[in-house]
């Protein structure tokens, strides 16, 4: 099996007894890989056929062993390759990745922005390929020459102590929403600090994911001391500058869930944030905020955080961001940050917060137990739960929600049964889907046992 094969499963003994020793008797290396400047840190397992016996009592068995060891090698990579994945372009490549991981499956992708004038994966996503290899242990990266193909074959989720350096073209947010999908399954609990930008216009915000995602973990049975989202110092682009502390405790099995009735509004809560600005921008976003909302709830508070020195990242700007609680413990959550500074008009904070407050109101309006920005952490985590019924009613299906039920569907082989719930006398807002599946049972057999 020279040349370095991966060996990803065993294969079945032979019957005769000879060819059975002769399997026992491989003598394994194993080799360290670099890759391209990827920390790629993979183990690849290789059994030295054809080496010297040291004890010429087995000079019979080792003429016999050349022929079992090609057999085996074979029986692995074709089994390796009947079960891997295969796609075209860079669209959901964390998607693809973060299923692969949970699955084990292999995925090998193509023509990534092959005829683009700059073609391949760009640094953030190189960025997030660095951080799954961080956190897992022996997976097994190759990207040719021009990164236009990947080849993943997923490794160990092993967790522990990291440090990560986000690309600052992307908010942290890209990469914690991937975390947040794996971090339940780790060998370790997992505890990691990623640098770079906190927010931005295009990700979801680390205030979002906190007040958002973190409660609907919970609702799955993912709690503990352990489990927190801080931000430490915050970043905006396009100098970034900012610093979050997630730690995330493991569990071996996730409880089903049923989430189908979401509740009225009881509160809103927000915080409105700045850095390098003055602090009188947070006040007035606030004020222009508030007087679009109490028109409809008066239980509303927004915080201002003004971050100062060190604390307040490399670029100056300002944001909003707003969540709505109702009786049945739903969040509901819209955000808005100012342009990155050099690019585009500049924004008024009045005009950010009524904006804000707006998008708040649209959200509420397309309801549902989970919003529009976690709807594929819900069904995921209902996928993996234990062999037992999950329901949750959503509001209009996002379409990268959309592509994630059909790339579910591919690594996991689960389809959902969709309801459309149209809207009535007692479902205000927007028509709902109600989305049931039967959990795949799925297990943490890496969970160290105490």
Known sequence: MGGGEAVTRSAPLPSDPVSRLSVFLFQTTWTRRGLRGLREGTWA????????PRVKTLAPVQSRLAPAARSFAESVHMATQ????????????????VLSTLSGRPVKIRKIRARDDNPGLRDFEASFIRLLDKITNGSRIEINQTGTTLYYQPGLLYGGSVEHDCSILRSIGYYLESLLCLAPFMK??????????TNDQVDPSVDVLKVTALPLLKQFGIDGESFELKIVRRGMPPGGGGEVLFSC????????IQ????GKIKRIRGMAYSVRVSPQMANRIVDSARSILNKFIPDIYIYTDHMK??????????????VAETTNGTFLSAELASNPQGQGAAVLPEDLGRNCARLLLEEIYRGGCVDSTNQSLALLL?????????KVLLGPLSPYTIEF??????????????ETKPCGEELKGGDKVLMTCVGIGFSNLSKTLK
């Open 45 to 52: 397992a290789t059994a030295a056929v054809g080496a010297t």
């Open 82 to 97: 009947a079960h891997s994945l295969s796609y075209t372009g860079c669209n959901f490549l964390r998607q693809r990745l």
């Open 188 to 197: 370790h609990p997992l505890r990691i600090v990623l640098r770079g930008v």
């Open 249 to 256: 405790p493991v569990r071996k099995v996730l409880k089903p």
């Open 259 to 262: 989430l189908t009735d979401p």
């Open 309 to 322: 020195g060190v604390n307040s990242g490399k670029s100056p700007g300002f944001g909003l961001s707003l």
């Open 382 to 390: 209902m996928t993996l739960g234990q062999q037992d019924v999950s």
């Open 405 to 418: 039920l059909r790339h579910l569907k591919s690594f996991f082989q689960i389809m959902f049964k969709i």
